[in-house]
């Protein structure tokens, strides 16, 4: 297992701004993924987090407004840029460990929930 | 396109009785299935996962869950209810054969059992 921690757990922040979420993990991880659960919704994946390149996005998300860093095996950051109230959700980091070959479960975090007003 | 699909938004069962949370899944190739729990304010913690083998994999707190190839089931089953398994639900599945990395989250269904 891992330990995977998010900052902030929670913002409240103001339509325009931007706003960067962490995600550590206590051991090296192949695999860290971004995915966003909007209130009493399921969670729809973002983004797979490349560690030395450009993260993958999913249809629907940019890098534009979700950039994302990847700089070594055990961090990662989303950037929410110019926020609106429809960006308003919990932002999740997920990790699969090296070697499972896409048989491995995921690990969350703790969420960051982000308020936008 | 791999999708998952979770009939009920919500399960009620008294405490001490079976319970089912059902799934159905769609993929192009074969399936490796997962099922999470979402307990409130807190992340997603794994709870069992079908990958190959025998149908019926065994995972934490007592649940189980049995892969069904021809329905393209994977329910969630445990046979005694605790009230501190009300939560939310998730089934996940990744196409082993297309998608990669990628893990595609059902709906979720909220548990409630009742004392």
């Known amino acids: 297992s891992a330990v995977i921690s998010q900052k902030p757990s929670r913002d409240i922040c103001q339509r325009g701004t931007s706003l960067t979420i962490q995600c550590q993990v206590d051991s090296q991880v192949t695999m860290m993924f971004w995915y966003r659960q909007q209130p009493g919704q399921s969670l729809t994946l973002i983004a797979t987090?490349?560690?030395?390149?450009?993260?993958?996005?999913e249809s629907g998300f940019v890098i534009d407004k979700f950039p994302i860093s990847r700089p070594n095996l055990t961090f990662s950051t989303l950037t929410v840029s110019n926020m609106s109230p429809e960006d308003s959700s919990i932002y999740l980091c997920?990790?699969?460990?090296?070697?499972?070959f896409g048989t491995g479960e995921l690990f969350f975090g703790e969420g960051s929930r982000l308020t936008v007003l | 396109a791999q999708s998952v699909a979770q009939p009920e938004d919500q399960v009620n069962v008294a405490e001490g009785n079976p319970l089912t949370v059902k799934c159905t899944y769609s993929v192009s190739g074969n399936p490796y299935l997962f099922w999470y729990v979402q307990y409130p304010n807190r992340g997603l913690q794994f709870l069992l996962k079908?990958?190959?083998?025998?149908?019926l994999v065994k995972g934490s707190y007592g649940f189980e869950a049995e892969f069904n190839k021809s329905q393209t089931s994977f329910h969630l089953k445990k046979p005694s209810a605790l009230v501190s398994d009300s939560a939310l639900y998730f089934c996940a599945v990744r196409d082993r054969n297309t998608g990669g990395f990628k893990t595609i989250f059902g709906a979720g269904t909220r548990l409630f059992v009742k004392a």
């Open positions: 997920s990790v699969e460990f090296e070697g499972s």
């Open positions: 079908y990958i190959t083998g025998d149908n």
């Open positions: 987090a490349n560690q030395g390149s450009e993260a993958t996005y």
